[in-house]
């Protein structure tokens, strides 16, 4: 179910425990950031590639610890002693499930986190305190019958209700794995570059989709001219990517994720570009540009 990435395997103690983490954990304090910019909703744009609507932000895996941080600091000058440890994303923590149960919303059926004033477009950033502090209640499920983004879903990666197969996800083939895109799936990851917001796009609770405040404004659009990503390694592509979640991308995995989208286009003017990469020495790309030109080839013949 997680694909290439052993590292959810690992740490399974921890992952249903906090305490196997930090062992003096009596409570857990959570928040959730909104990256929601409302009124404005991204789309396919010719020619180029789609960004996850938070990969367009600079990182914010150290601003939001940063923010926890400042909470257990106050939270030391009140109670002498105290030592809380902050944990974004980067620790062997399920942050959703604690946001759960602390409130922040529900699971949707696409497993993701929906709140009833912010929709699912935020992020989750804890505090492990070592204090017993009143518990809040769950927020019930309001999904209903709706099943907008089970249905969506361009390569059927949901097995069941609120549970993700992640090895048959478009976020998992463009950001986490290593070799070449499964040939069947290919075709339904579309344009999209680094990750993939379709679920959450089709959702009928992001209507309630929040501005970000905790958050710097964007510094990349979600859609970049495919021929960029594809090129050779610049420092202009680089210098755009910088701080920013893509700039982790290794550059082999951004320009097959180029080639993947270029033959999803339809449009024969990506030709040359693919042409340039049939005989390439990495066979993933070299096999990849071939798949992407005889697609444009039998789109032309149709």
Known sequence: MHGEMEYMARNADSRRDLR???????????????????????????????????????????????????????????????RSVAFCDMSPLLERAYARAAGLGWQGKNAMLIGPRLGSYFLLAGLAIPLDLPADSPEPDHCGTCRKCLDACPTDAFPRERVLDASRCVAYFNIELKGPVPESFREGVGDWVYGCDVCQEVCPWNRFEAPARALPPPTLPTEIPL????????????????????????????????????????????????????????????????????????????
């Not at 040359?272 to 070299?286: C, I, M, N």
């Open 227 to 302: 021929d960029e990503l594809a090129g050779p390694g610049s420092a202009g592509l680089r210098a755009r990517l910088k701080g920013t979640p893509p700039a982790r991308a290794v550059r082999r995995r951004m320009t097959r994720n180029a080639l993947l989208a270029m033959g999803n286009s339809g449009e024969a003017r990506w030709r040359p570009v693919l042409e340039s990469f049939r005989d390439d020495g990495d066979e993933t790309l070299a096999s990849l540009a071939r798949w992407s030109l005889a697609r444009l080839s039998a789109e032309g013949a149709e």
């Open 20 to 82: 196997a983490w930090m062992p003096q954990a009596r409570s857990v304090l959570m928040c959730g950031f909104s990256y929601g910019n409302p009124g404005k909703r991204p789309g396919p744009k010719p020619g180029h590639g789609r960004l996850a609507r938070y990969a367009v932000r600079p990182d914010y895996h150290g601003r939001l610890r940063a923010r926890m941080d400042a909470v257990g600091k106050w939270l030391a000058k009140e109670v002498p002693g105290t």
